[in-house]
């Protein structure tokens, strides 16, 4: 595709119940990024995925996120036991290097 | 603090004016600077894209990095009602190997 595809775009689930969010960054991109953005906020890094290198996972907020990357193409970030505070925006990027990254129109997500 | 300090604003200007964003960061290994322009309930949309110091410009826009102060700044020229939006600054430290670090983002308003 020609630009970072998130699915899906709206997302309504219950407290207590786990959601997986996916992405599908630009082909050929070695790195790939999750944030997340709630209301009027900033973006809150989350997790970088760059090559076969091991994960940044110093943003991830508590052990129920957890995000993989196969075959170095999509992602998937996986929320576990959601709360309401979890409700926010989560926006993918990726980049092929230095730093020139492209996001996705993001995930809203609503945990009620 | 914050490893980038951006002014939330809100910021409103009247159309045709120059409008001045600016972000100071505290990291001095960030190399990549970027500002990302970002509608609502859209994703961030890369603007510019700079280097090391120095000054780029495309269009009405110029971004403006020196390094020695920690200071980076985006001026928009004869300003328009569609460059309402939030603009957010973001660094990184190495090519493709480390996270990109953004700023709270700076709401502006430009009025016809």
């Known amino acids: 595709g020609a630009g970072v595809s998130q699915s899906p775009s709206n997302k309504v689930t219950e407290k207590g119940k786990d959601v997986e969010l996916r992405c599908d960054p630009i082909?050929?991109?070695?790195?790939l990024y999750w944030y997340r953005q709630s209301l009027g906020q900033g973006l809150e890094f989350l997790i970088y995925f760059q090559g076969n290198s091991a994960p940044d996972k110093s943003g991830l907020p508590s052990d129920r996120f957890s995000a993989e990357r196969t075959g170095g193409s999509v992602s998937t970030l996986t929320i576990q036991r959601t709360q309401q505070e979890d409700s926010a925006v989560y926006l993918c990027?990726?980049?092929?290097?230095?730093?020139?990254?492209?996001f996705g129109q993001g995930t809203r997500l609503t945990v009620v | 603090q914050k490893e980038v300090e951006q002014d939330p604003g809100p910021l409103s200007v009247p159309e045709g004016a120059i409008v001045s964003l600016n972000c100071t960061y505290s990291?001095?290994?960030?190399?990549?600077f970027m500002w990302y322009r970002q509608y609502s309930r859209k994703g961030p949309e890369l603007l510019m894209y700079t280097y090391s110091s120095g000054n780029k410009e495309d269009g009405r826009f110029t971004a403006q990095v020196d390094k020695s102060s920690k200071y980076i700044s985006l001026f928009i020229r004869d300003s328009q009602p569609s460059d309402s939006a939030t603009y957010l600054c973001a660094m990184s430290a190495a090519q493709g190997a480390q996270k990109l670090v953004f700023g709270q983002g700076t709401r502006l308003t430009i009025n016809p």
């Open positions: 990027a990726s980049s092929l290097a230095g730093g020139r990254a492209f």
């Open positions: 082909s050929g991109h070695t790195a």
């Open positions: 990291n001095s290994a960030f190399q990549y």
